[in-house]
Antibody, heavy 122, light 107 residues
Framework: QLQLQESGSGLVKPSQTLSLTCAVS??????????WSWIRQPPGKGLEWIGY???????YYNPSLKSRVTISVDRSKNQFSLKLSSVTAADTAVYYC??????????????WGQGTLVTVSS | DIQMTQSPSSLSASVGDRVTITCRAS??????LAWYQQKPGKAPKLLLY???RLESGVPSRFSGSGSGTDYTLTISSLQPEDFATYYC?????????FGQGTKVEIK
């Protein structure tokens, strides 16, 4: 059974960079032609897709965040990562990593991590 | 961006009720729609994709339908474990977008 687990700093100061990692177990991040996404949810609000990295390493970011987002993959560790720069209080949210269930990118999310709360505060 | 609008934003229902939630896209999405259930403090759980395909392990009381811009999630007989927030998501084009959610509460 595929499992995803987020980790990283839970408290980030304004203007600094948020860094999170998603460790994948129970399957290889490089197999199956899947894409791997980051999604966030501000407290009490809805879901916002941040971007994905394709199994080939190509990326696509939400234009609303594109200038501040970097998603990368470390195949040797079977994990992928998110960096979000110049954070403000508006970036406070639960951050989820997820796998896209259809191959080729741009699909539904069938496996999710449990989520990690990141608070932006001085 | 494709905007996804769910209605209602919340509803109250009783165990055994038939519940319908609607999701409208700002443009046609060719059945590229998924539905999720989220309980407090938990990650969303995939229920259906391709508008009407039930994810493995999801009870058959959940069903989906629709075409073009208008889609529906139906719970045929609401169970106690179904009280949650439901989201639709389009994957017709990037950026992938979600509806604002529908909270199903106990009447």
């Amino acid at each position: 059974q595929l499992q995803l687990q987020e980790s990283g700093s839970g408290l980030v100061k304004p203007s600094q960079t948020l860094s999170l990692t998603c460790a994948v177990s129970g399957g290889s991040i490089s197999s199956g032609g899947y894409s791997w996404s980051w999604i966030r949810q501000p407290p009490g609000k809805g879901l916002e897709w941040i971007g994905y990295i394709y199994h080939s390493g190509s990326t696509y970011y939400n234009p609303s965040l594109k200038s501040r987002v970097t998603i990368s993959v470390d195949r040797s560790k079977n994990q992928f990562s998110l960096k979000l720069s110049s954070v403000t209080a508006a970036d406070t949210a639960v951050y989820y990593c997820a796998r896209e269930g259809g191959s080729g990118g741009r699909s539904w999310f069938d496996y999710w991590g449990q989520g990690t709360l990141v608070t932006v505060s001085s | 961006d494709i905007q996804m609008t769910q209605s209602p934003s919340s509803l109250s229902a009783s165990v055994g009720d038939r519940v319908t939630i609607t999701c409208r896209a700002s443009q046609g999405i060719s059945n590229s729609l998924a539905w999720y259930q989220q309980k407090p403090g938990k990650a969303p759980k995939l229920l259906l994709y391709a508008a009407s395909r039930l994810e493995s392990g999801v009870p058959s009381r959940f069903s989906g339908s629709g075409s073009g811009t208008d889609y529906t999630l139906t719970i045929s007989s609401l169970q106690p474990e179904d009280f949650a927030t439901y989201y639709c998501q389009q994957y017709y084009s990037t950026p992938l977008t979600f509806g604002q959610g529908t909270k199903v509460e106990i009447k």
